[in-house]
């Protein structure tokens, strides 16, 4: 019995140290366990998230038509009893952030979707660009990279917020899932930049696939709205994705791997 209660206790202690630690991982976890449950109770689930912190997103309205309005949870969840197969307009609004819009398909009762969660940023000035980065379970440490040519390069080892303030990396993920989110405060119309991803977590192995089987997607907010979104290209290896390049004020699409 003494052996017992001390290895309960230990697993207690080792817990906490651990909660305190990387509260995000865990509070991502019991996320997941909830998503996972619904299924067991022939119920459909919505994560959403806030793309600067990565914490669920409470009190969102979203609509769903053909099914109906729910209000997020304060871990950013939405319920709702399994519809018919079809596919359905969501749209999620919360004040201060920007409006979130996208399709869902249900096939025999549940959502066909590669995505884990779906990110909404707070709402910057027209001008400001915010692009953010997510994937799935693996790899675990994806990075998002942005240069602007002959200035900066931002992204978790090099810059984490370029000099002049004009551009930053707001959330550094490494545990699968993301969001990894950064934003440029102000767009020079005659700088040039590139925004790429990389597979840190097979930095060493240029002939992996998984980059490409990660469902990673990245979403670019610029002038008040969702302006484009990228899916990163299937069955190619390499471990960098360029994403697009910004040129003269304009977006140009890349999506290459190598």
Known sequence: MKKIIIIFISLLSSFQIIYSADQLTLERNRV?????????????????????????LSQAKVTIDGIGNFTTDRSGLVFFDEPEDGEYFVLVEKEGYYDGEFYIEILNG?????????PIPPYNNLEDIRIVLTWDQYPYDLDSHLVKSGDYHISFRNMRTASDGSAMLDIDSMNGYGPETITIKRVNNYGAYSFYVHNFSESNNPNSYNLSRSNAVVRVYWKGRLLYTFYVPRNRKGTIWNVFEIRNGNILEINQIH
Do not use: H, N
């Not at 909830?34 to 919505?46: S, T």
């Not at 549940?110 to 779906?118: P, R």
């Open 32 to 56: 997941l366990q909830k998503m996972g449950d619904a299924l067991f109770d022939d119920q459909c689930v919505l994560w959403f998230t806030d793309a600067l912190t990565g914490r669920g």
């Open 110 to 118: 549940t959502i066909v979707q590669t995505e884990k969660q779906y």
